[in-house]
């Protein structure tokens, strides 16, 4: 296990995880979430936020060099892997979300959340493959 490479994911995930959800969910599109009822809050409690997003780096850094990600373009390779893993987080932050909060209409919201996301992974295995690199 690389720490520096850990370390260096961890950074650059929460840095474009933060902007990039910052910039949706607040500036595009914050008053579409209030109106579905997606957002319940009138401020977020950031500290859980950036306490999720910090998790979701160490533990996609941590898992990414046992992943039998073969040979080729290694930004590719982390794309894939960050897309597979991401659909755990979609799971839990769309479906889950929407079963629990009375969000209407839901296939708006679950359209929009998948955009949401689909850029999210794709933007960390940009950095996640720029990070790791060439397999060793």
């Given amino acids: 296990m690389d720490i520096r490479k850990l370390v260096y994911f961890v950074i650059a995930y929460f840095l474009i995880t933060m902007a990039w959800a910052y910039s949706w969910h607040m500036v595009f599109f914050h008053d579409l979430y209030v109106e579905w ?6 401020e977020p409690v950031m500290s859980l936020g950036i306490t999720a997003i910090l ?3 160490i533990v ?3 898992f990414y060099p046992f992943y039998d990600y073969g040979d080729g373009n290694p930004v590719l390779r982390g ?3 960050n897309l597979i893993i991401g659909l755990m987080t ?3 932050m769309g479906f889950a979300t929407a079963a629990k909060f009375s969000i209407e209409p839901i296939a708006q919201f679950l359209l929009y959340h998948t955009i949401f996301q689909t850029i999210q992974f794709t ?3 940009i950095a996640l493959g720029l990070i790791y690199g060439q397999r060793s």
Avoid: P, V
């Avoid at 009822?37 to 009138?42: D, H, L, P, S, T």
């Fill in 55 to 57: 998790i979701q780096g």
């Fill in 79 to 81: 794309i894939r892997f």
């Fill in 60 to 62: 996609i850094g941590y």
């Fill in 37 to 42: 009822g997606a957002f319940q809050r009138a």
């Fill in 90 to 92: 979609y799971t839990a």
């Fill in 123 to 125: 933007l960390t295995g």
